[in-house]
């Protein structure tokens, strides 16, 4: 498709979009949730085929690909400036296991074959009934038996309030002239003048009111896109699961992990509903009006193979390593995740919390520890799971060591695809996404670490403090305090003294650990 006829077909393609990183995308985080709800996952350790559609610039399907060297993986865009800019971080990274396609969905190529993993972000709510439709025969012909799909999507009833300020950044925007940033500015310009003089819209719905202050420090490129796109649409759960499953496809679970556990997700006293309710789907629209939900990442399998138990993990998936998310984390844990507050306790808990603050351990490996014998393997696994949930146990695809106590010696990068992102991308202004190959995903550092870690690959320690200065100032970007930019050159000192500290002291060791950063 030419960009002339994406254009006409409702696309904004007259601004690239924004690069960005989501781990929710990983093979490793699809499989685990599979698993998580009883579908054994497709066998990816002999390798497996990735597709992602409308990849954009590709930075997610890259640093997969980066992070899974035994996997094949395919970007399909119909941005043809899209697919050139993937195709330098291609050669960048020399990632001979990836490579980007310019095509709308309807013209992907006859060979393309099948794929253990289909995955789409940010589409189907921005596309025309007709590409949607087009998506869902992918779905149907190019998803592998037992393959895993993921799809994410503006979900109701939490677009419901909101939908009008898309409506009118969009009838707004129409009206004037320029590119679509141009269009944007002007519009948001317009809602905010309604906002602050107080149109009866907002009054009468005060969280629209504050999400516009949201809007005004997101990417002016991503709001083109989310915004101006003609064909913009919001789901409820049933009809996206509707489609899939005319499709052939079944709704395995959903991402972030703990969306598949309804009690974090509800309060107390809606929970009495969900026990009552055997029907998944249903039981996920419940949840979404009790959440509120507004953004959903849905899992799908073609033919998928169920468990019987929880239990049948230990025998058919039992390929993921668990581990402590990261050190100091203490019992008892508490979390909010959007609506309920949860706190992990008890004596279990603190075993496991021993257990896996060493090396990694395969779930199999944990329920036969000495210091577990005795606890119902069913409880254990539940309980990993209930700890990944609230974010203090993670998962990788190879064993992890502890991260060392202290890294005094000189940095090496041994992946060519993250030497390339830090040239890139260090003090870009965007997080930065490195891959590493234990976990199977990127692990996201701040624009200001990734050029502390540039530096100290490039040039050592000896000078760091002031080579990370000069180059702040050569890029024009500012060291902040309080929200405000210190000018005064001694405190400018101090604070970016404090920051490379930090990163040895702290970051440093994580990456070593997770395999990014190596001792020289």
């Known amino acids: 498709m030419t960009t002339k006829a994406a254009s006409a077909a409702g696309y904004i393609t007259d601004v690239a979009y924004i690069p960005g990183f989501y781990p929710h ?38 640093t997969l690909a980066a992070a899974n060297p035994g996997g094949e993986f395919i970007g399909v865009d119909v941005n043809p400036e899209h697919v050139a800019s993937i195709d330098r971080d291609i050669a960048a990274g020399k990632l001979a296991n990836a490579r980007a396609i310019t095509s709308d969905f309807a013209g992907l190529p006859a060979d393309i074959g099948r794929f253990e993993f289909i995955a789409l972000h940010g589409v189907f709510s921005w ?39 898309r409506g009118i950044l969009r009838q707004y925007a129409q009206l004037r ?11 948001l310009a317009y809602l905010v003048f309604i ?12 969280k629209a009111a504050a999400y516009v202050d949201g809007l005004l420090k997101q990417d002016i490129r991503y709001l083109a896109h989310e915004y101006l796109n003609e064909h913009w649409t919001s789901f409820y759960f049933s009809e996206v699961a509707g489609m899939f499953g005319g499709a052939g496809l079944s709704f395995v679970g959903s991402l972030p992990v703990f969306t598949n556990f309804w009690d974090l997700c509800v309060r107390p006293e809606f929970q009495e509903l969900f026990r009552t309710t055997s029907d998944r789907l249903v039981t996920e629209a419940h949840k979404d009006f009790c959440a509120n939900t507004a953004f959903r990442w849905d899992i799908y399998a073609k033919e998928p193979r169920l468990m019987a138990s929880p239990v049948d993990r230990l025998e058919l998936v039992d390929d993921l390593h668990f581990h402590v998310a990261r050190p100091g984390i203490t019992l008892p844990h508490a979390v909010n995740l959007g609506v309920v507050t949860s706190t992990i306790q008890g004596p279990l808990y603190e075993r496991l919390l021993a257990l896996l603050g060493g090396p990694s351990r395969r779930l199999s490996e944990v329920v036969a520890a000495p210091e577990l014998q005795g606890t119902p393997a069913a409880d254990v696994i539940r309980a990993v799971d209930a700890g990944v949930a609230m974010g203090i146990f993670e998962l990788a695809n190879s064993p992890l060591e502890p991260a060392p106590s202290a890294f005094a010696g000189g940095v090496s990068l041994p992946s060519a695809f993250n030497r390339a992102i830090l040239v890139s991308d260090a003090l870009g202004g965007r997080p930065v996404a490195l ?8 692990h996201t550092l701040g624009d200001l670490d990734a050029a502390v870690l ?18 702040l100032v050569a890029t024009g970007r500012s060291i902040q305090q309080e929200g405000k930019p210190v000018v005064d050159a001694e405190a400018r000192r101090q604070l970016i003294t404090a920051a490379c500290d930090a990163f040895i002291t702290s970051s440093l060791p994580q990456l070593v650990r997770l395999g990014i950063v190596t001792a020289t």
């Open 195 to 206: 906002r602050d003089r107080h149109a009866r819209y907002f009054d009468d719905n005060p």
């Open 177 to 187: 002239q320029g590119d679509s940033v141009q269009k944007i500015r002007d519009a």
């Open 435 to 442: 891959a590493s190959e234990k976990t199977g995903s990127g």
């Open 25 to 62: 995308m990983a093979p490793a985080a699809l499989s685990y949730v599979a698993a998580l709800n009883r579908v054994v996952p497709p066998a990816a350790v002999s390798g497996f085929r990735y597709l992602e559609l409308g990849c954009g610039l590709g930075r997610s399907f890259t």
């Open 127 to 165: 596309v025309s009934d007709d590409v949607r439709r087009d998506i869902l025969a992918i779905a149907r012909q190019r998803l592998a038996p037992g393959g895993l799909l993921l799809v994410s999507y503006n979900s109701m009833p939490g677009w419901a309030h909101l939908q009008p300020i």
């Open 454 to 471: 540039h530096e100290l690959f490039e040039g050592g320690r000896g000078g760091l403090v002031e080579r990370v200065e000069s180059r």
